[in-house]
């Protein structure tokens, strides 16, 4: 590396320039999505797509590929393409996923085969493309909005740096729907709001600004609610946010328990 | 299907969101149309902040942030929408706040605040923290809230239904035509007042931010009309685009004292602007980029992107403050910006132009004030103009907020005054028309082939250095592309949920914001703000202070009409003469 007239004295010197990449072989894969046309088929099946991608390639580009350029015909959802619009939740290789945050090369070799499928608990209605409204039924049971009667400062409420901190996890989950169709329980009783409802409820029941905090844990200790949970971790290690949700979900049974008047 | 509200919302982002509640706050009924399911829209990836002279962290005024705006638009900004801009901001942060958007906070509570490429302090004197922010996902935050606003207002929505027509009759808007995508069903909703609040067309290029969604879908339906759409030729380039990616690392990276360097591990934004250095507005910093990389100073495989170095802050800066983008790098360039330098490079971001507004969000119909009853517009796909020739970094979300709300206000009242309008015969005659063109046509055209090819060339013909040779090259070239897709043919000929009709549609649409950018641009033969050519270098006030106004020629397909609109260069208050713009 040439790297002499150094000019500006804030250059950290322990830092290397980072490695130049060189050029990467691209990679063979065979993509093997499970596929349902409702007005042609009467089940899912199985169809396997021969591809080229680089190893960096996210698996969203790759189905792109095949949308674009092969069977054009098939259905996903996709949008932002970097994991913040929580669109093209999958099930890849067995696990839940984003799409846009999978790279190729996390998920197979060189000449190995992907399986990509809907993720599971909610009706498929094409392709990778399931009925979302369940999941929404489930995030609107649980009063996901601020609730604040008392009138509010000419400026803003004041929140301490821990408060607002406190929020941090939960605030930042995305409704891709990931964690709650990767929960068994969800799975064989669909009558259970789910990991995502909850880390909504827990993203309110935790702002120390809002005044609904009562109402919310007795919607949360309703019997399709948070005491559902087994804390079988599946949500956590499902989802792309690195939310952890388990610990999410205890913290709602303490406040319940603990935090109810 | 026919359905029948008083308000019609197109869009579920920022702008529609706020519109939407504050619609519904004026006693109307209603609903909000979105191609996409709520949360999905764009906004959400909007990280930095929301800018607004709080002045939480050092004294700042509306009057300096309306100076930085039209500085920063190099005057071409519309003055009263910058004063009214930066004064309602103010009292938008506070209702966020009060909607229970989850700030981050100050050692004393309050919204903090943070520096972004600028914002200054008493007239261009030195940076100031201004932006307020959420982490760096300020937008995901924006829209996560004012969706739970809407849940909680009981707000209608249609998701993933795609407007394909407006229906504008006698010069007034009276509902619009969507297609249904999980029935393939075309709908008819009748509306007193239409807003529309759709987003950007950042997809016309092939290195950019936005999402594959983004296709100027209303743009060009309003262009198909006759009608115009305003400074087209200002498209702003964010300078930080993850390498290859084109994914937006935040400007607040340079706002927490990120430093750009090029191959030589230099501080090169000194040499480009002295006084706000790394701080200086996107275009500059940009171009400033682009040039490192033209005289061989750009790093990676293809030496054509440029370092952002962090390893200064310390750990919890970056990992809290900076969380999104820290993510980012790690997932896709597998670089750690608490010890890597990342690899950056401009990424096509943001319209500045759009459907003409007034300041209520009225669409206009031409350079003199005329305008169409009925039509709101808010938001990217629309042009008040705050931005002029150059977005400032946060003035995004706050464009959304402050029009949306406006919009949202005035189309409730102008809602509640009238009766519906009546339908054409057959409203949705145009959209069964075309497609049907798309499913029985026995062309051999690929959609995603032309758009592929309208990205690659509207890259490098009407990118950050344009220059007439290249451009009139590109408005040839879009015409061979649209006879080219006239030709196109869909192959999948499902009902339910045939996704590959509705990209065949937008491809189309982005067909028509490329032509108006194109012919916009090489038409104005002057350099400003964010359209820099290499043939006439100078911004030039006596021949070019004025915005570009460009319809379609209904009557010569392919031509594009030139119109202009005088710039406000007055405010209610306060007024900024135009001068040279250093920083």
Known sequence: ?261 | MHHRYDVIVVGAGGAGLMSALYAAKGGVSVACISKLYPTRSHTGAAQGGIGAALGNIQEDHWEWHMFDTVKGGDYLTDQDAAEVFSKDIIDVVYELEHMGLPFSRTPEGKIAQRKFGGHTRDFGKAAVERSCYAKDRTGHMILQTLYQQNVKEGTLFFNEFHVTDLLIENGRCTGVVAYELSTGELHTFHAKAVILAAGGYGRVFKITSNALTLTGDLMSIYYRKGLPLEDMEFYQFHPTGLAKLGILVTEGIRGEGGILRNSNLERFMERYAPSIKDLAPRDIVARSMTTEIREGRGVGKDKDAIYIDLTHLPREVIEGKLAEITDLARTYLGQDPVKDLVMVQPTAHYAMGGIPTDLNGLCLSDGNGGSIEGLYAAGEQACVSLHGANRLGTNSLGDLVVFGRRAGKYAAEYARQVEFGDLPDDPEADSRQEFERLRTSNGKENAAGIRKDLQETMMKNVGIFRNGKDMAYQVEYIKELKARYANVAVADPSRKYNSELIEALETGFLLDCAEAMASSAVNRTESRGAHDREDFHSRDDVNWLKHTMAYKDLNNPGNVIIGYKPVALKGFTRSFEPKPRVY
């Not at chain 1, 309110?204 to 844990?217: G, M, P, V």
Request: net charge neutral; proline share 6%; with cysteine.
């Open chain 1, 1 to 261: 590396m040439t790297q002499t007239p150094v000019t500006d004295s804030a250059v950290n010197p322990q830092v290397a320039a980072a490695p130049v990449a060189v050029d990467v072989p691209m990679m063979r894969l065979h993509v093997k999505i499970l596929r349902f046309n409702p007005e042609t088929d009467k089940k899912a099946h199985w169809v396997t797509y021969d591809m080229e991608a680089q190893p960096g390639d996210r698996m969203v580009d790759v189905l792109n590929e095949i949308k674009w350029y092969k069977e054009t015909g098939l259905a996903f959802r996709r949008s932002c393409q970097h994991g913040i619009c929580g669109s093209d939740a999958m099930l890849i290789n067995g696990r839940n996923r984003l799409a846009c945050k999978t790279l190729v090369r996390d998920v197979a070799k060189d000449g190995g085969t992907v399986t990509v499928e809907p993720i599971r608990g909610l009706k498929v209605e094409k392709d990778l493309l399931v009925d979302m409204e369940p999941f929404f039924d489930a995030y609107r049971a649980i009063m996901p909005y601020f609730i604040h009667p008392t009138p509010f400062p000419a400026k803003e409420q004041y929140q301490s740096e821990a408060n607002a901190e406190k929020m941090a996890h939960s605030s930042n989950c995305i409704l891709c729907a990931c964690c709650t169709t990767s929960c068994p329980i969800f799975w064989v009783n669909g009558s259970y709001i789910g990991p995502a409802a909850l880390v909504q409820a827990h993203r309110f029941i935790f702002d120390t600004r809002d005044e609904a905090k009562q109402q919310r844990l007795g919607v949360v200790n309703q019997n399709t609610g948070v005491w559902r949970c087994r804390t079988a971790y599946n949500c956590t290690e499902a989802c792309p946010r690195g939310i952890p949700i388990t610990q999410l979900i205890e913290e709602v049974k303490r406040e319940v328990m603990f935090g109810q008047s």
